[in-house]
């Protein structure tokens, strides 16, 4: 899980990370495989369609969406290897180029 929590009680920032419904997106990182045996950092981006909470997504990006994200993968020629993280996008952030910096993280690259 990855969020912002600028207080001293982690658990209290999760609980109230959780919980949110107002959030403009969900983010999920992964690793994919490449073709040629690399692997690589990714992420995905879901709109919040409505007034789900971050602990609704996660439940149900790994029992509905997850089996579509690795289809979506193969179709690119990448592996899907397995879920890193989740994350959200703040209702704020969705005009401060947000977007930009997650496409910045997916070109990262691990070599295993």
Not at 30 to 47: C, I, P, T
Not at 86 to 98: C, F, G, R
Request: aromatic share 14%; hydrophobic share 35%; charged share 25%.
């Amino acid at each position: 899980m990855f969020f912002n929590c600028e207080k001293p009680d982690k658990e209290d920032c999760l609980q109230t990370v959780l919980k949110y419904p107002g959030y403009t997106a969900f983010v999920i990182f992964f690793v994919a495989k490449e073709q040629n045996g690399r692997y690589k950092l990714m992420d995905a981006s879901f709109r919040n369609l409505g007034t789900e909470t971050l602990e609704h997504f996660i439940t149900r990006f790994h029992s509905q969406l997850e089996s579509m994200t690795k289809l979506g993968m193969q179709a690119t020629g990448l592996e899907y290897v397995e879920c890193i993280g989740h994350s959200y996008v703040e209702p704020q952030a969705a005009t401060e180029n947000l977007w930009d910096n997650e496409r910045k993280l997916s070109n990262l690259w691990l070599r295993v």
